[in-house]
Antibody
Framework: EVQLLESGGDLIRPGGSLRLSCAGSGFTFSNFAMSWVRQAPGKGLEWVSAISATGDNTYYADSVRGRFTISRDNSKNTLYLQMNGLRADDTAVFYC???????????????WGQGALVTVSS | DIVMTQSPESLAVSLGERATINCKSS????????????LAWYQQKPGQPPKLLIYWASTRESGVPDRFSGSGSGTDFTLTISSLQAEDVAVYYC????????FGQGTKVEIK
């Protein structure tokens, strides 16, 4: 059974940094691209970033480019999202999602984690 | 970016009746070289993550009941629930993955 477990969500002050992790199990993690999708409270879904299976290729939404960095450690079956320069409008539940392919050119998401809440507030 | 617009924002349907959700993209998500529409549908129940229902506009994900179906091509797509069940109460999102990734704003389905 595919499982994705996010961790690292917290209350953080504007301008601060936070790193989210997502541990994958039940599938060969190194064979699949992964992504982060966020959902602000009471709002819809916003794609944030994606990374190819090997980690060689990454994509970012304009809203986070230059502030967020996606990475992965295939030896640990773990996906990361380093978030710097956090703003109040980054407040959201962050989901990690599995892509059913190794590449990230056209990412759809077949499995999602339960999410990690990031609250940016002073 | 490709903008996805769903309609209606919400709808209330009687149990056993049909529910229809529309999704329009600001540009075509049909890739001519493989004739595939890069369009997916997700279901999100309260307090849960989204669940993939449909991809390639009309291919049902494994385990999804056959009362869920997707149709359309190019820029106009539809998700149909043929006979609404109580467990189908949720918000439904369309998603284009033709060019990076964008979602519609969601359609809330309730029981009338």
């Amino acid at each position: 059974e595919v499982q994705l477990l996010e961790s690292g969500g917290d209350l953080i002050r504007p301008g601060g940094s936070l790193r989210l992790s997502c541990a994958g199990s039940g599938f060969t993690f190194s064979n699949f691209a992964m992504s982060w999708v966020r959902q602000a409270p009471g709002k819809g879904l916003e794609w944030v970033s994606a990374i190819s299976a090997t980690g060689d290729n990454t994509y970012y939404a304009d809203s986070v480019r230059g502030r967020f960095t996606i990475s992965r450690d295939n030896s640990k079956n773990t996906l990361y999202l380093q978030m710097n320069g956090l703003r109040a409008d980054d407040t959201a539940v962050f989901y990690c999602a599995k892509v059913p392919l190794p590449g990230i050119s056209n990412p759809r998401f077949d499995y999602w984690g339960q999410g990690a809440l990031v609250t940016v507030s002073s | 970016d490709i903008v996805m617009t769903q309609s209606p924002e919400s709808l209330a349907v009687s149990l056993g009746e049909r529910a229809t959700i529309n999704c329009k993209s600001s540009q075509s998500v049909l890739y001519s070289s493989n004739n595939r529409n890069y369009l997916a549908w997700y279901q999100q129940k309260p307090g849960q993550p989204p669940k993939l229902l449909i991809y390639w506009a009309s291919t049902r994900e494994s385990g999804v009941p056959d009362r869920f179906s997707g149709s359309g091509s190019g820029t106009d797509f539809t998700l149909t629930i043929s006979s609404l069940q109580a467990e189908d109460v949720a918000v439904y999102y369309c998603h284009q993955y033709y060019m990076t990734s964008t979602f519609g704003q969601g359609t809330k389905v309730e029981i009338k």
